[in-house]
């Protein structure tokens, strides 16, 4: 009874807070999805926010498309196997489950040690699916 409800695997990380925050996002996706975010940056659809920056409250003062993002910085998976934690590891959301909140996915990331043009092939995020160990 003493342990019930305690939540015994806690990693403890920090959680950023976004301020003068310039930053690119990468989109894997067939044409038809391509160009609905296309279409949906360009002011098409009436909503408001950016869903995919995890807040329908999240305004942007610009948003841009390219084809390059030149270099940057990458959020990777942490992974236990190549070490556990990183320097300025952080928690983000992949995946809200708004029926039942206890199945929202979130993994853990910590930027490249280096910036560089093209993210690396373990920066690709599964929306919706647990990140592999």
Do not use: M
Not at 25 to 34: E, R
């Amino acid at each position: 009874k003493n342990t019930w409800g305690n939540k015994y695997n806690i990693t403890p990380v920090r959680r950023e807070f976004l301020s003068d925050l310039r930053a690119v996002i990468g989109i894997n996706t067939d044409g038809a999805t391509g160009d609905r975010i296309r279409r949906g940056l360009a002011g098409a659809f009436p909503r408001y926010g950016v869903p995919f920056l995890g807040d329908n409250n999240f305004l942007l003062d610009r948003a841009e498309l390219r084809e390059s993002p030149g270099a940057c910085y990458w959020f990777v998976p942490v992974r236990e196997s190549a070490g556990g934690p990183q320097p300025r590891t952080t928690r983000l959301t992949v995946n809200i489950d708004r029926a039942d909140l206890s199945r929202t996915v979130s993994h853990l990331y910590a930027p490249t040690g280096t910036p560089s043009g093209e993210p690396p092939a373990d920066a690709w995020t599964l929306v919706g699916q647990p990140a592999e160990e």
